[in-house]
C-alpha cells in the first residue's frame, strides 16, 4: 500500500493562487508516476496534470497549461500544485494519486493509488 495524504486547498479569490501538496509513504518504490486530479460535483474526475519521479516530465491538462506547475521534492516523496490565476471553473476536490507507469500517465484508470483529496474553492 501506498498512503496518499494531501494538503493545501483552500477558500481563495480568483485570480489568487494556491499550493497544493501531497506526500506519500510506504511502498513509494511501486509508484513512478504521480497525478493530480479533480472532480466537480455533478462532473466525472478529470485530470489535471502529472509527473514521472525520476524524469521529472510532466504532463498538464490545456485547462490548467500555464496557469499550473507540478514539482516534486524526491527526498521527501512529496509532489506539488502550484496554482496561480485561479479562476471559478478550478472549484473541485483534488486528488493526488499513483501510478506505476514511467510516462505521465493522463487516464485516472493508470492510478492504483488514491489520496482522499482536498477541497479548492474559488470565489468570485
Known amino acids: 500500500q501506498v498512503p496518499l495524504v494531501e494538503s493545501g486547498g483552500g477558500l481563495v479569490q480568483a485570480g489568487g493562487s494556491l499550493r497544493l501538496s501531497c506526500a506519500a509513504s510506504?511502498?513509494?518504490?511501486?509508484?513512478?508516476?504521480m497525478g493530480w486530479f479533480r472532480q466537480a460535483p455533478g462532473k466525472e474526475r478529470e485530470f489535471v496534470a502529472a509527473?514521472?519521479?525520476?524524469?521529472?516530465?510532466?504532463s498538464y491538462a490545456d485547462s490548467v497549461k500555464g496557469r499550473f506547475t507540478i514539482s516534486r521534492d524526491n527526498a521527501k516523496n512529496t509532489v506539488y500544485l502550484q496554482m496561480n490565476s485561479l479562476k471559478r471553473e478550478d472549484t473541485a476536490l483534488y486528488y493526488c494519486?499513483?501510478?506505476?507507469?514511467?510516462?505521465?500517465?493522463?487516464?485516472?484508470?493508470?492510478?492504483?493509488?488514491w489520496g482522499q483529496g482536498t477541497q479548492v474553492t474559488v470565489s468570485p
Open positions: 510506504g511502498r513509494t518504490f511501486s509508484i513512478h508516476t
Open positions: 494519486a499513483g501510478a506505476p507507469s514511467w510516462a505521465p500517465a493522463r487516464s485516472r484508470f493508470e492510478y492504483s493509488y
Open positions: 509527473i514521472v519521479w525520476t524524469s521529472g516530465t510532466t
